[in-house]
């Protein structure tokens, strides 16, 4: 496979209103109509009881198939809430990244709003060739980790080539730029990323220790933390995936509740243009298969033939979904 960068962040909600109220109005996604899920395949693919039901709504910048975010309200009564009050990494899927112009100003917009900042926006240099970003946490709808990031510099540094990169794409109406890295805390780092290489064909682009003081401050972190950081990407400014591997510090698995129907961020979806061969590649690498193939409806996009895998450093849900991104 060649360069699948995230196509959809797939979220469980608690509410379809108060996800719109967040990925529409204040990040400034469009929102689809919604749609409802139900069906033999519906329930195959998630794993689900019979007669069970959801609705779902796509939040995507235009026609661009990457870095979208998909929020579903299941209609089930034991549904578990996935970040705690206080939860900072835990093992699996746990983060969005959203790139910004000003992150101070939109810091403070937020909080007007009553959001909940881990931390004020802290700037460090990851390396002299790196250059230096900005960054700041915050709890999002349903506790989930949003992580905003400012890109700073000229394009002498990576991450100043980046913003370049990111501004000739634009940005939302708000100023925002669909999901551009999330996070994926791992428990076994080369089966991780065997999955990201060679079923996505995606690259490393940055691996590296993070343990200064101003990154565990802001990542909310023990003093002293380290933290293998992985960057794998298509070569695309948005859909990139951060893997993060704690070194010397423990990190709460969630895997047994990061599943539908619950509260949370359930899984990473990328299209593949041969979903057999995707698979395939899969067993190769021990990545199990969590449903079978199945057809699928995606709000605002229509029908679609897909599968579900745990990826085999994790154990955290990958959604292969038939087709190529535009």
Known sequence: MTGCPLSIAVLGVSSLYEARRFYGDVVGL??????????????????????????????????????RVMAIEFHAGDRVTIPEPGDRTYRGLWNLNFYVDDIRA????LK??????WSEPVGYEVSAAAGQPVEVLFDGPDGLAINLVE?????STAVGKLR?????????????????????????????????QTVLGLEVIIDDVLDKPETNHFLGRPEGAQTRATFVSAKHPFGKIALSHPLNYDALNKGDIQKPPHIGYL??????????????????????????????MLPGVGPRFAAVVRNPGSGALMELVEGVAI
């Open 164 to 196: 370049l990169e990111v501004e000739a794409e634009g940005k939302t109406r708000t100023g925002y730029t669909p999901v551009s890295t999330t996070s994926h805390s791992i428990v076994d780092h080369d089966k991780a990323l065997a999955f990201y």
């Open 30 to 67: 469009e929102v689809s109509d919604p749609v409802v899920l139900a069906g033999p395949g519906f329930e195959v693919h998630w794993n689900l009881p019979t007669n069970s039901t959801a609705e779902a709504v796509m939040f995507a910048a235009g026609d661009s198939q990457v870095g």
């Open 267 to 296: 899984a990473q979806s990328f299209l593949v243009p041969d979903l057999q061969k995707a698979l395939a590649l899969c067993n190769d690498i021990d990545a199990t298969l969590f449903s079978e193939p199945a057809d699928i």
């Open 112 to 117: 007007a709003q009553g959001f909940a900042f």
């Open 151 to 155: 890109l700073t510099g000229d394009e």
């Open 106 to 109: 939109t810091t403070k917009d």
